[in-house]
């Protein structure tokens, strides 16, 4: 099992828990870490820690980042630092989290494992309207290259 701390500015994490919530239901091993507009570096450290504490030695965990360079990833790494269990992902967004919240119980995956699985997985979520629907559409025996007038 692998826990999964989604962190953002704001309420982000919040926002993000709550949707993934609505679609997936609840989950247990997510937490939310928000940054407040007022709190600096160290306090975040403090609720991560806080967080990190609660779980058992050596348990896999995973920080879902909002943006790469934010005080929200400055933090995690500075926790992460040395630790092999622990990964940070930056870039998180709705479809990454109901991805990784799906993987999070798979058997034998390492939270360095999920990241890099979530960072190919990602590709495949940013799609344009106009490109997709240019797609052609091939009924099950109809070959490209039969002529279909």
Do not use: C, W
């Not at 962190?7 to 937490?31: R, S």
């Not at 806080?50 to 030695?57: M, V, Y």
């Amino acid at each position: 099992m692998i826990e999964i701390i989604v962190a953002g500015h704001g309420k982000f994490a919040a926002g993000m828990a709550e949707a993934a919530g609505m679609i997936y239901g609840d989950h247990p091993n997510l937490t939310a870490i928000s940054f407040a507009n007022k709190e600096g570096i160290e306090d975040l450290k403090n609720h991560y820690y806080q967080k990190l504490k609660s779980f058992l030695p050596q348990t896999e965990v995973l920080f879902l980042i909002d943006i790469f360079g934010g005080s929200p990833y400055n933090a995690a790494i500075q926790l992460a630092y040395g630790h092999k269990n622990i990964e940070v992902l930056t870039g998180v967004n709705l479809p990454i989290l109901l991805e990784a919240l799906n993987l999070q119980h798979k058997q034998n995956l390492t939270a360095a494992q999920l990241a890099f699985h979530l960072k190919n997985y990602s590709q495949k979520g940013l799609r344009m309207f106009s490109e997709e629907i240019r797609k052609p559409v091939f009924k099950e025996n109809i070959k490209p290259e039969d002529d279909l007038s």
